[in-house]
């Protein structure tokens, strides 16, 4: 069994991306811009964003966090946003979620300009990716593309089995999967026979939010297994697949932690860097 080691993947790619970062301010004077919202004081979202503009400086953007408290009406988050949109030196445009309940999700996804759309949510970007055009990718189903093609190259006619069908992970993960001509099984909380689905795959991406979900009589050998769970027990962070049994049979394993999580937030970067790239055209 190979260990797919996301920290070391992630530390490679973000030391791609500083090199590319030192390129472009040669050929343009002038470096990507990520600007993240954050509002009210989620310890989880705060962390996140924190981590966020700290990978964003390491590798050379410029990173700006705006903070409104939890009681900040709509209408300010949006009127912020459209000025964003306008801003030269923003590329890429993050709110993070979860928002405070009287503030429309959808209304602030579909307000930020799809070029600067660099979580990949906006139903310009989301239809873009699903009809194979060029298009910003949810971070995370990024990240774990990312570390599967690293593992296995030629994805052509592989069956892959997607556990989660939330717009976040699970749907993105299966366009990028079918991308890769892959034979792709979407599955969920309705689902028949998931054990049986599971058998049948080559590859195995789950993101369900439901610890150990997928054991080790469910994967067959050389089975390549992709956890993007994070789900917080009593013995601590566990991902959606039970590592110990699943790791005794699959051919490569994403740990949790050190799998698909570091890959999220360089993939942040990569697409902020990809937004630059495509407005400088
Ligand atoms: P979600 O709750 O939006 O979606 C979960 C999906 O799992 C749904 O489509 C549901 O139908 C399916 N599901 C639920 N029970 C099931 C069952 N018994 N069998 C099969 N499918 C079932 O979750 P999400 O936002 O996609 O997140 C999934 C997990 O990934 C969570 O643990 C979350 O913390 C984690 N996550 C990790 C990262 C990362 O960077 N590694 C990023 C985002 C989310």
Known sequence: MILIDGKKAAAELRAELKQEVTELREKHNKVPGLTVILIGDLTPSQIYVRNKEKSANEVGLKSEVIKYPESVEEKT????????????TVSGILVQLPLPKHINKQKVIETIDPSKDVDGFHPMNVGNLSSGYESSVPCTPLGCYLLIKKFEPNLNGKKAVVVGRSNLNGKPMTQLLLKENCT?????????DLKAECLEADIIVAAVGIPELVRGDWVKKDAIVIDVGINKTDKGIVGDVHFDEVSKNAKAITPVPGGVGPMTIACLLKNTIDCFKRSQI
């Open 77 to 88: 988050v949006l009127d912020k946003i459209k000025e964003l949109n306008s801003d030269e």
């Open 184 to 192: 792709v099984t979407i599955t969920h909380s309705k689902t028949k």
